[in-house]
């Protein structure tokens, strides 16, 4: 027969073993959950080093890909042109990038860094805008 401590290992198995199965909880950000695809081309990216800080790499391709008629600018209409022939690849994204031009490109948001970057402005609050209407397909949380 089975003793108490026979009793005890086993339940101890069988609780093991069952917590093993369950998801836990995680407080990542919530952006890791959203498969986003690259919305940059790769060219200009190609012609960009990783930079220190937050803004000089996305200025840099924000520079080569025409998207600011200068370093405080934003070229609304070719980022608005690039995002809408992005889509047309990424078709599943439209909501998506119709809130990120509503948001991001017919407003003038800041998104409060030490310093002014326009470009780190703008790619922030596309990113947050394509979080938001992030579809089904793309979602990985």
């Given at each position: ?77 070719a ?29 003038d ?23 938001k ?9």
């Amino acid at each position: 027969m089975f003793s108490k401590t026979s009793y005890l290992l086993l339940f101890t198995a069988m609780v093991s073993a069952d917590l093993e199965k369950t998801k836990v909880v995680t407080l990542k950000p919530i952006s890791v959950c959203c498969d986003i695809p690259e919305l940059g081309d790769p060219k200009p990216l190609s012609e960009c080093q990783k930079l220190p800080g937050p803004c000089n790499d996305v200025q840099c391709a924000f520079e080569k890909s025409g998207f600011l008629v200068d370093t405080h600018t934003l070229n609304k209409e070719a980022y608005r042109t690039h995002l809408r022939r992005w889509l047309e690849t990424h078709q599943d994204w439209s909501e998506a990038v119709e809130k990120a031009i509503r948001d991001c490109v017919d407003k003038d948001l800041r998104q409060f860094l030490a310093y002014p970057c326009r470009a780190y402005d703008v790619f922030t609050c596309t990113g947050i805008a394509m979080l938001k209407k992030c579809p089904k397909e793309a979602w990985k949380c």
